[in-house]
């Protein structure tokens, strides 16, 4: 652990691989958000580059595409929390 952070390849530990299925959504975002909570800020955009590796399925079909606001907006987006940490390295 370098200070309060723990190191990119630790957080990537707790992103479970997601293949779409929406029973699903909630525990990989939040296990998104916890490891975006937990990452020295400065590593952002190295974190968000090995959380889409974790996509699979349809969803990683629309991230190949680049349409990323379709599947932000399909699969991550809830009422309560429309923006995930990592979208501002998009």
Do not use: W
């Amino acid at each position: 652990m370098n200070g309060d952070f723990i190191s990119v390849g630790e957080a990537l530990k707790l992103i479970p691989p997601f293949k779409g299925d929406k029973q699903e959504v909630l525990a990989f975002r939040g296990n998104v958000d916890t490891a975006f909570a937990v990452i020295n800020p400065s590593q952002e955009a190295i974190l968000y580059k090995f959380v889409l590796t974790r996509i699979s399925g349809e969803p990683r079909k629309a991230i190949s595409h680049r349409n990323l606001k379709r599947f932000f907006a399909k699969y991550l987006h809830t009422k309560t929390n429309p923006r995930l940490p990592c979208e501002s390295a998009v």
